[in-house]
């Protein structure tokens, strides 16, 4: 057991007075829960932070969601597994930039769901998708996104809500592969492009945004860059392809 979870489960006994043995079975035999970090330092004051990459790209503008309940609400039918008023809600900065965990990730499923010429990429989120929690907390530093196979569950972590609207929308699409039952990963590689697991789904969909009509150049210009880093780091026998390729 790592120290994270270990002290979620000392957490969890200090405050329950009864059904003891219960609580200790769940928070200790289920899924692991990480509520540690700076990030949940910040949940108990609601002081969000832009991401680190691309913050303009959370701008209201982009969050047609934050405005029109009704979308709100079509987005979380996506897989995610919380509700409105959870890790900050719509919370907007005074620069009009979408700050919360939640509405960072709101932001993505628009993206996916929204954007013309992403047809099919919210559909395969909506049937392969396990359900998706929001944690502040860390797996690992670095670790974006976790799918426990065992508990059928996908957790987002502090690394997730750091990086753009386009990455974090290509991470979600990750994970869906992996609860869709693609290959898995070596050391966090694909092991081939023909193998066809998680990373490469998720450069078919940058490739889709980076050539999406009606997206914007910084849009594109994410989706660029992210897709270099996979196609050139993701893969255990290197592919070669670059974006043009998929024009
Ligand atoms: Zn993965």
New binding site residues.
């Given amino acids: 057991m790592d120290k994270a979870n270990h002290e979620t489960c000392r957490f969890r006994n200090a405050l329950v007075t009864t059904n003891l043995l219960f609580t200790i079975l769940v928070g200790c035999g289920g899924v692991p829960v990480y509520d540690e970090g700076p990030l949940c330092d910040k949940a108990a004051t609601a002081d969000w932070s832009k991401a680190r990459m691309n913050p303009e790209l959370d701008h209201v503008e982009f969050a047609t969601w934050t405005t029109d309940p009704e979308l709100e609400q079509r987005l979380l039918g996506y897989g995610l597994a919380v509700g409105p008023d959870y890790l900050g809600g719509n919370d907007v900065d005074d620069d009009g930039t979408v700050v919360s965990p939640y509405g960072k990730t709101l932001n993505a499923y628009e993206l996916i769901v929204n954007t013309p010429g992403l047809e099919g990429w919210g559909d395969y989120l909506r049937q392969h998708s396990y359900p998706v929690h929001l944690s502040c907390g860390e797996k690992a530093p670095g670790i974006v996104?976790?799918?426990y196979f065992k508990w059928d569950q996908t957790d987002l972590f502090q690394s997730f809500y750091d990086r753009d609207v386009v990455s974090r929308a290509g991470f979600l699409i990750?994970?869906a592969?992996?609860a869709a039952g693609l290959p898995?990963?070596v050391n966090?590689q694909d092991r081939s492009w023909d193998d066809g697991?998680?990373?490469r789904l998720q450069l078919e969909f940058l490739a889709a945004v980076a050539y999406a009509p009606g997206l914007s150049q910084a849009h594109k210009d994410a989706a660029a860059e992210e897709f270099k880093w996979i196609m050139e780091g993701k893969f255990v026998e290197a592919t070669g392809m670059t974006l043009e390729d998929f024009r």
């Fill in positions: 996104a976790y799918t990750h994970e592969g992996h898995n990963h966090d697991g998680p990373y």
